[in-house]
C-alpha cells in the first residue's frame, strides 16, 4: 500500500500563486507515476497533471498548462505543483495521486489508472 499526503491548499487572491505538496509513503517502490486531479463540487474528477517516477515525462490538461509546474523531489518521494495565475475556474479539492500501472500516454489523464489517492486539500480563490 502507499500512503499520500497533501498540503498546502488554501485561500488565494485571483492571479496569486500556491504550491501544493503530496508525500508518498509504504511501498513507494511500486510508483511508477504520479499526479494530481481536482474535483469541484458537482463536478466530476479532472485531470490536471502527472509526471512519471523514472524519466520526469509530464502531461498537463490544456486548462492549467503554462502556469502550473509538477516536480519531484525523489530522495523525499514527493510531488510538488507550483501553481501560478490562478483564477476563478481553478477552485476545488485538488487530489494527489499515484499509479503503478501507468502505462500508455494516452491512459495518463484517466482516473482509473491510478491505484493510490490522497484526502485532497482545498484552493480557494477570492476575486
Known amino acids: 500500500q502507499v500512503q499520500l499526503v497533501e498540503s498546502g491548499g488554501g485561500l488565494v487572491q485571483a492571479g496569486g500563486s500556491l504550491r501544493l505538496s503530496c508525500a508518498a509513503s509504504?511501498?513507494?517502490?511500486?510508483?511508477?507515476?504520479m499526479g494530481w486531479f481536482r474535483q469541484a463540487p458537482g463536478k466530476e474528477r479532472e485531470f490536471v497533471v502527472v509526471?512519471?517516477?523514472?524519466?520526469?515525462?509530464?502531461r498537463y490538461a490544456d486548462s492549467v498548462k503554462g502556469r502550473s509546474t509538477i516536480s519531484t523531489d525523489n530522495a523525499k518521494n514527493t510531488v510538488y505543483l507550483q501553481m501560478n495565475s490562478l483564477k476563478t475556474g481553478d477552485p476545488a479539492g485538488y487530489y494527489c495521486?499515484?499509479?503503478?500501472?501507468?502505462?500508455?500516454?494516452?491512459?495518463?489523464?484517466?482516473?482509473?489508472?491510478?491505484?493510490?489517492w490522497g484526502q485532497g486539500t482545498q484552493v480557494t480563490v477570492s476575486s
Open positions: 509526471i512519471t517516477w523514472s524519466g520526469g515525462r509530464t
Open positions: 495521486t499515484a499509479s503503478s500501472r501507468i502505462g500508455r500516454y494516452d491512459n495518463w489523464p484517466q482516473v482509473k489508472w491510478y491505484d493510490y
Open positions: 509504504g511501498r513507494t517502490g511500486s510508483i511508477s507515476a
